[in-house]
């Protein structure tokens, strides 16, 4: 007989998790100090640079995204209908575009990986609502990682908080463990049922990564074979932190301390869209 695959889980010690979380703070810093750069006119290849310039600036700092499975950037920019793994370019940013900027970072053998949604210029309320939604699905994901709860009832936050809104999760798209490699066992669905799932523990560390669009939930991938858009060509949003599981509950590695909600909501976009979404350093 065959039973379920069990994951693999790597727990990591408190000593390795404050490991990552130095990681994590380059991550952090990075997001705020390239969120006044994301302008109308910039393009995605300078934002690239920028951040591979960023991160090698720290001692023993890489890009952890260059040249994983062949990507060819340093960060993941995705613009618009672009759900993630967009291949940074000489392409433009415009004003009233959202662009998600994917980035991780490995420093002395270990992971943090994190993402935000930047709006460009002044963006639309379609737009604003959408970033505003998936913001509050990722803080009630995150609230959600404690060692009492399951896999299961990370998803099941962001389910819950999505369905007032009626925008589409991306289910086919998933958040990961996380440590000495970027992407770790176990898988962390965005579409979960509470207490089901691999139950969490102390010593977890997740990266949790809610990806949402206006439209619908299926996606493709472009034939540049990376750049995963919306099948529909609706609008998409993405935010993501690394998330440690501790006995007191979630502890956000890539914003800047335990989590009571404080780093998250200092945090949020602004939801007219006119200001900046600048994580927690
Ligand atoms: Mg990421
Ligand atoms: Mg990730």
Known sequence: ??????????LKSPDEI???????RIVAALFA??????????????LDRFVDDFVRSHDGAVPAFKGLYG???SACISINEEVVH???SSRRLRAGDVVSIDVGVKQRGWCADSAYTFPVGEIGAEAASLMEVTYQALAAAVAATRPDHHVGDIGAAVVETVRPSGYAIIRDLVGHGIGRAIHEEPQVSNIGRAGFGVPLQA????????????????IRTLSDRWTVTSLDGSLSAHFE??????????????????WDGAAMVAGRPDPEGTGATVPQP
Not at 18 to 24: K, S
Not at 33 to 46: A, D, F, L
Not at 203 to 218: H, K, N, R, S, Y
Request: hydrophobic fraction near 35%; aromatic fraction near 2%; glycine fraction near 16%.
């Open 71 to 73: 990507f060819p950037g």
């Open 86 to 88: 967009g291949i940074p």
């Open 33 to 46: 100090e390239i969120e006044p750069q994301v302008r109308p006119g910039v393009s995605t290849g300078s």
């Open 1 to 10: 007989m065959v039973g379920k695959r069990r994951p693999l889980i790597h």
């Open 18 to 24: 404050d490991a990552m979380e130095r990681c994590g």
């Open 241 to 258: 932190h690394t998330v440690a599981v501790t006995e007191t509950g979630p502890r956000i590695l890539t914003g800047g301390g335990i």
């Open 203 to 218: 010593g977890m560390v997740l990266a949790i990564e809610p990806m949402l669009a206006v439209g619908t939930d299926e």
